[in-house]
């Protein structure tokens, strides 16, 4: 299943999964807001919590101007556009955002803006966007273009992020930005250590950011990177290694667990040719902890799509783009150990009211 494709396909719906913290049967799912496309369409990625106690997101689609939108949700529902992308100041942002420690969010448009290869932005939680840079200002682009994953800010105030396209090697890049908009590109992509790095990064307990790539490396199907601060990456796994690629391929992006070890999910590939979840040690010993479309009709899941997240309980919590009971993908919970169990299963309700992620 290609990315885009399912996203243009996805319904709009934002979901509150509740209790997380008891028995696994009294799981419950509300859908908080149905999305119309005059308040955005396909919101794509995850919602962060801001310190005023409501959520922020983007809409990749939709606004009054169809090139997406930033957004606050409360937790009964109360949906606010906060803005509304016009291509002058970016378009289709597929990313989530991230709060800075100055209150502001921050987030990455993959398209548009002065140059029509994505930008940078600040807003504010009531509403102010600021456009903080201009991918390809450079000549060829050399410093980068589409990000489509968000950003992270780092221990030391900067953020960092990916582009999937640009570079010196048109095979995107590492950068990082300053709060006020002063761009660095730590490396830039070759196809022997993968290209199109789609994911999130993460920064570790020891300061360093490791992330993924969807391709290239060794075996064309993308790999596991460690990059410092200063810009030196080292290829940590690259994935399809093993025969018939039973390790999976198109990794998802990482999140560090509680152990240390970096855990996540991979598109394609696995002993059923439909995605994994794996753990990867800090050093790049990679372990296979689940083989989604392990039950009969794939009633577990197929084709994850997204990075997971660790709850305080320890498991890991994520979504599948297919299968499950109704074909239209699953929310899942997964044990450090592997055992996976199948929260909820989309397209539950008459007409998939509850949403669809095929």
Same mark, same amino acid.
């Given at each position: ?10 319904? $709009? ?9 008891? /028995?696994?049967?009294? @799981? ?6 149905? &999305? #119309? ?26 606004? /009054? ?33 991230? @709060? $800075? ?13 002065? %140059?029509? %290869? ?14 903080? *840079? +201009? ?9 980068? /273009? ?11 105030? =900067? ?38 790095? #789609? ?38 796994? +690259?994935?399809?290694? @093993?025969?018939?690629?039973? #390790?999976?391929?198109?990794? =998802?992006?990482?999140? @560090? ?10 598109? *394609? ?5 439909? $995605? ?13 902890? *689940? +083989? ?21 309980? $320890? ?10 009971? +109704? /074909? ?8 450090? !150990? ?6 909820? =299963? ?9 949403? !669809? &992620?095929?």
């Amino acid at each position: 299943m290609n990315k885009f494709n399912w996203l243009m396909k996805a319904c $709009g719906v934002l979901m509150l999964w509740g209790t997380v913290a008891v /028995a696994l049967p009294a @799981q419950t799912f509300t859908t908080l807001h149905s &999305f #119309d496309v005059t308040d955005g369409a396909n919101p794509y990625s995850g919602l962060v919590q801001a310190t005023d106690g409501n959520f922020y997101g983007t809409t990749a689609n939709g606004g /009054a101007n169809n090139f997406g939108t930033v957004f606050k949700i409360a937790s009964s529902g109360n949906l606010t556009t906060l803005h509304s992308f016009d291509e002058t100041d970016g378009a289709y942002p597929y990313s989530g955002l991230v @709060q $800075g420690t100055n209150g502001d969010l921050y987030g990455t448009t993959y398209s548009a803006g002065a %140059h029509d %290869h994505g930008t940078v932005f600040k807003i504010t939680p009531s509403g102010t966007l600021t456009t903080l *840079y +201009n991918f390809c200002s450079q000549s060829k682009c050399s410093d980068g /273009a589409c990000p489509y994953a968000g950003l992270l800010q780092g221990a030391d105030g =900067n953020f960092y992020g990916t582009t999937g396209l640009g570079g010196t090697a048109e095979l995107g890049t590492v950068f990082k930005i300053t709060p006020s908009g002063t761009l660095t590109i730590l490396h830039s992509f070759d196809g022997t250590d993968g290209y199109y790095a #789609d994911g999130p990064l993460v920064q570790s307990t020891g300061g360093n950011f490791y992330g993924t790539t969807e391709f290239g490396g060794i075996y064309s199907s993308g790999n596991a990177f460690k990059i410092t601060p200063s810009g030196t990456l080292t290829t940590l796994y +690259n994935f399809c290694s @093993q025969s018939n690629c039973p #390790d999976g391929a198109r990794a =998802n992006g990482l999140v @560090q667990g509680t152990d240390g070890n970096f855990y996540g999910t991979t598109q *394609y590939r696995g002993a059923n040719d439909q $995605g994994t979840v794996f753990k990867i040690t800090p050093s790049g010993t990679l372990t296979t902890l *689940y +083989n989604f479309c392990s039950q009969s009709k794939c009633s577990d899941g197929a084709f994850p799509l997204a990075p997971l997240v660790q709850t305080t309980d $320890g498991n890991f919590f994520g979504t599948t783009s297919s299968g499950g009971n +109704n /074909a239209h993908g699953t929310v899942f919970t997964i044990t450090l !150990s592997g055992t996976l169990t199948t929260l909820y =299963n989309f397209c539950s309700l008459s007409n998939c009211s509850d949403g !669809s &992620f095929h």
